[in-house]
Structures are given as structure tokens and as C-alpha cells.
């Protein structure tokens, strides 16, 4: 096949290329400039020409070419202007899943048009066919496991998408590293997109958004126990960045008209509901409504819960939990499995 191959400078995506150049496909690989110049002068370094000079000396090594494709625009007007929005609202955002669905395999798929007839990625996930339908499925590496960064993707997007790597573990791609001697076989993973995940993200949002002092009360009495510098720097279920001492304190609550954080020392008791929430916005790759025996990620790792779902309406469900869960916060995802199939994801709203 004529695949599109997205590197990122990583080692995940260095031997996504090569196994697929082992496979005899027609690949050309590609380097996402995202990055946006006035961020960086104002927030400090973001190791991009570092990335792009092992992405040109893996690509060299293999003899593949290499096109460098600019989305900056693409990425302000999806990506963080949505983390921006997100955060005044006082929401908790996830950029990365959005990257994905709008600019990985949006963007990039409209910018390449369908002369490449697969987009590959260094993700840790899987694609299954079944009858002509493509479906997510999880990587057998539980705590690498990117489908919850991939649930937003349509089944279309699927229907293009590659994970070459997606059926073996971090041990296993950094032991193919060292054996195709790629020049990324030594290097440390990096955790985020380029300038929201390597440079600090409050520096981002007070460039963004600024400060505004408020109030940090004790949930139970009220009390005022300091201030804080805006509520769009704390989430639900913190227990950083407060400053406060004799704790530690949860952020338990925020009051976004009057700008009140409110914390306590105990996460879970009667009158803080954490193991219930509605979600709306939902992507549905297969319909979990039809299944029972759920379960669900509320953020990246291996960490899961059993779950029910009931559908409200069109676009809005109830989800009840079997246990509590420390952060469940309107703006995150929730992301649904069966078995290991990801069904999709929807926003939490409630």
C-alpha cells in the first residue's frame, strides 16, 4: 500500500517506519510543524529541531522520504483555541485526544488527499476489520495503551488508520529499536504535544488567559484558607498547587462565577458524588448501549472501572461507576470499552 507514515522524532513512530518498510509498502514520511513561533519565544524552548534532526537522520538511515507539512493554523483554530475556551469555562481539557480526531487524522488526511491510501502512527493501539467495518482495539501494553487518546476518531478515520507497533509492548519496540540500530533507539519517551505537553501548561494558560485572585475555602466550614490565581489552574481531584499547608487538601469544587476554589482533606464522603457523571458530545464506534458489562478510562493509563451507561437522549448519557474515582471533572473524556474494543468516548458534563 501507499502509506503516509507520521514521525515524531520518538522511537515508537522510528520503528512504526521501519516495520513497515520491512513489509514492502510505499511509504513517505511525514513531520507535523505545529509548533507556533510567538508561544515559544514567550514560554521558553520546545525541543522541536531536536525532534526534526532525528526524524531526518532515521529517515536518512532508511532511505525514506521525508515532507515536513505545516498545520500551525490548523492546530491554533482546533486545538488551542479550544483548550483556551475550555479553561475559561472552567472545564478540565484534553488536547491530545482532540489533536488526534481534528489534526493527525483530520488535517493531515484533507492536506494528503487520498492518494495515500493509510495514515500510520507510532500510537500504541490496534485495528481490527470484521465484514468491511474497522474497529479500535487496545494494545496488548495496558498502561502504553493510547486508544483512550484515539476514541474520538470516527470510523472512517479508523478505516485509514495504522498501528504498526500496536501489538507489542515498550520493551519490545525499544529491543526493534536497538536491532534495526535506528538513531532514536536510545531516546527518553516525551509525554504531550509539542509546546502544550514539553513546555509548563500553566505558563500557557496564564500567557492566555491570566490571572485572576480568588478565594481557596475549606468545602466543609467555609472558611477561607488563601487565595488562589485563577480557578482555571486547579481540577477536580488536585491535591497540588494549593499552597496550603496541613494537607493535603483536594480541590473538591470550583465556583466559576463568584472565582471560588473550594478544597478539603477528605475526598470522599457522602455529599461529594464521585462515581456518577452524564457525558454528551459522544463519538460511538460501536453503539455500548447494546452491550452490558462496561467499562471505562477517565484518563490515559492502565486504570479502569466497571461501568453501566444509559442513554438520556440523542447526545447525552448517564454513566454510574461500580467505585469512586478521584477526578471526575466536566471537560474530560471518558473513553468505553468491551472486552478490548474501544467504543468510543463522550465529554463529561456533569
Known sequence: MKIAVLVSGGVDSSVALKLLQDQGHDITAFYLKIWLEDELSFLGTCPWQEDLNYVQATCEKLGVKLEVVSLQKEYWDTIVSYVIKEVKAGRTPNPDILCNQHIKFGAFFSKIGPEFEKVATGHYAQVAEKDGLFYLKSSPDAIKDQTYFLSKLTKNQISRALFPIGEFNKPAVRELAQKFDLPTKSRKDSQG???????????????????????????????????HKGYWFHTIGQRQGSGLSGGPWYVVKKDIASNTVFVSKQYYTENKVRDKFFIQD???????????????????GASMHNCTIQKISEDKFFVQLSENDQGIAPGQFAAFYKDDYCLGSGVIVD
Open 193 to 227: 504535544i509539542c509546546f502544550l505537553g514539553k513546555l509548563k501548561y500553566n505558563d500557557f494558560i496564564k500567557h492566555h488567559v491570566g490571572e485572576l485572585p480568588g478565594k481557596l475555602v475549606e468545602f466543609e466550614t467555609g472558611k477561607v484558607l488563601g487565595q
Open 282 to 300: 459522544c463519538n460511538w464506534i460501536i453503539d455500548p448501549i447494546q452491550f452490558k458489562d462496561l467499562k471505562v478510562k477517565l484518563r490515559h
